[in-house]
C-alpha cells in the first residue's frame, strides 16, 4: 500500500496508455471507468457486487450530499468511505456543473455560486474553497477544482469568461486544498470548441503542477468529433506523466475513440441510468428492453457474458420487468451494463498492453453495428 499519490505510466500503443493510479487506498488500472455514485450509492447496485464487476473507483458529487446528507454530517459519521462502506478510492465532481444543470436561481459571480437547493428549495453559497473543503469533509480521495462549464454553442467571448475564471478557482481550490498525502486536486481544462483557450487553460493549468487534469466542458451536445478535436488539441499540451479524465463521457464508442485520444480515465452515467430505463448494452451494440418485439424473446442479454444477469436471464423477463417498472428490471440491467462497461475497460488495457489498440477498437465497434439486437 503506498502512502502518495502517484501514476505510473505503464505503456502506450499510439496515443492509447496503459497505466496505473497508486493511491493508500488501492490501484486504479486505467484506462478506467469511474460508475457515478452521486449520493452515495451506484444506484440499483450493492458496491461488492460493483467491486467484482472491476471498478476501482466511483465516483460522488459535491452538489447532492452536500444537500443531503450534508458534508459536516457525514464528517461526524465517519466520512464517506465509512457511510457507505466502499474502502477505495473514491473520486468527488466539485459542483459545478450539477448547480447549473439541477439547481433553480443560481447566481455565479467571481466569489462562487449562489443557488437554491432542488432537494428544499433553501438557498446555499459555495466558493471554490467551499467547495474544496466539503470533499474534504468527505474523504474524497481524488477532489476537483470548482469550474464553471458552459453548454455548446456559446458565444467565444462568454467560453473566454467561463474559461479564465476557472483558471482563478483552480488556483483558489489548489490553496484551499494544501498538501493532503495520498489524496489529489485535479484541475479542470475548459475553453469549449476553441482551440486556443483549451491550449491557453491547458498550459495556464499545467503551471500549477497538480497531480491530474481533467478535460471538462465537453459531452454537453457538442458532436463526437468536435469533443475529440478539442482532445487533440488539449491532451498535448498536458503532461504525460500525470492522468487525464474526460468528464461525463461516455458512450462504449466514445470511449474507445477517446482512448485513443489519450484519455485515462472516464465516468458517465450512461451504464446505469439507462439501464434503469430498459437499455441493455451489450457486444452486439444497445437493445431497448421495454420494445415489445422482446416479450417472447427466451434468449438470455449475452449467453457468454460471465454476468449473471446477461447470461441467465430472458430477454421477456427482463422485458416484463422493465414494462412492469419493477425494480429487480433496473437492478439486472444495471448489474448489466456495469458489467458490460468493465469488460470493455478490461478489453481496452489488454489491447494497449498487447500493442494491438486500434484492431480492438475497431472490432469492438463493429460488432455494434453487426449487432444481433
Ligand atoms: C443515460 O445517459 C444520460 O442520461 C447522460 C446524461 C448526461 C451525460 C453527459 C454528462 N456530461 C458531462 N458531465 C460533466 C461533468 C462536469 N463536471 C465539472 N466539474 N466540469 C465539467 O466541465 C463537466 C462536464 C461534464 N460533461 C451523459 C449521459
Redesign the pocket.
Known amino acids: 500500500m503506498t502512502e502518495a499519490f502517484q501514476f505510473k505510466l505503464l505503456s502506450s500503443d499510439g496515443n492509447a496508455r496503459r497505466g496505473e493510479v497508486l493511491t493508500p487506498r488501492g490501484t486504479i488500472r486505467t484506462p478506467a471507468f469511474m460508475p457515478v455514485g452521486t449520493v452515495g450509492t451506484v444506484k440499483a447496485m450493492y458496491l461488492d457486487q460493483v467491486r467484482e464487476l472491476g471498478a476501482d473507483i466511483i465516483l460522488g458529487n459535491t452538489y447532492h450530499l452536500m444537500l443531503r446528507p450534508g458534508a459536516e454530517r457525514v464528517a461526524r459519521l465517519g466520512g464517506l468511505h465509512k457511510f457507505i462502506r466502499w474502502d477505495r478510492p473514491i473520486l468527488t465532481?466539485?459542483g459545478?456543473?450539477q448547480v447549473m444543470s439541477l439547481s433553480s436561481l443560481r447566481k455565479l459571480n467571481e466569489q462562487g455560486v449562489t443557488f437554491k437547493s432542488h432537494v428544499d428549495g433553501a438557498l446555499y453559497h459555495m466558493s471554490p474553497e467551499r467547495s474544496i473543503e466539503i470533499q474534504g469533509l468527505l474523504g474524497s480521495d481524488i477532489q476537483?477544482q470548482l469550474?464553471e462549464?458552459v453548454a455548446l454553442p456559446a458565444e467565444p467571448g462568454e467560453i473566454e469568461r467561463a474559461m479564465e475564471m476557472s483558471l482563478r478557482w483552480a488556483e483558489r481550490c489548489k490553496v484551499a486544498f494544501g498538501d493532503q498525502p495520498g489524496k489529489a486536486m485535479f484541475g479542470?481544462v475548459?475553453g469549449g470548441d476553441i482551440p486556443k483557450l483549451r491550449e491557453r487553460s491547458a498550459s495556464a493549468l499545467n503551471e500549477l503542477d497538480l497531480k491530474g487534469y481533467?478535460v471538462?466542458?465537453?459531452?454537453?451536445g457538442e458532436p463526437q468529433e468536435v469533443m475529440l478535436d478539442m482532445l487533440d488539441v488539449t491532451c498535448p499540451v498536458l503532461p504525460a506523466d500525470k492522468p487525464r479524465y474526460l468528464?461525463?463521457?461516455?458512450t462504449p464508442d466514445d470511449i474507445l475513440k477517446s482512448v485513443a485520444h489519450g484519455v485515462d480515465m472516464f465516468d458517465?452515467?450512461?451504464p446505469t441510468?439507462?439501464g434503469r430505463?430498459g437499455l441493455a448494452f451489450t457486444r452486439y451494440g444497445r437493445i431497448n428492453l421495454r420494445n415489445a418485439r422482446h416479450a417472447e424473446d427466451a434468449r438470455p442479454l449475452d449467453e457468454q457474458s460471465s454476468c449473471p444477469a446477461a447470461r441467465d436471464y430472458s430477454r421477456a423477463y427482463l422485458h416484463h420487468l422493465i414494462r412492469s417498472n419493477e425494480s429487480l428490471g433496473g437492478m439486472l440491467l444495471s448489474w448489466n451494463n456495469l458489467a458490460y462497461y468493465q469488460e470493455l475497460m478490461a478489453g481496452i488495457r489488454k489491447a494497449i498492453e498487447e500493442g494491438r489498440y486500434s484492431d480492438f477498437m475497431a472490432e469492438t465497434i463493429e460488432g455494434w453495428q453487426r449487432g444481433d439486437l
Open positions: 465532481d466539485s459545478g456543473f476537483m469550474d462549464c479542470i475548459q481533467a471538462g466542458g465537453l459531452a454537453v468528464m461525463g463521457v461516455g458517465c452515467v450512461m441510468r439507462s430505463h
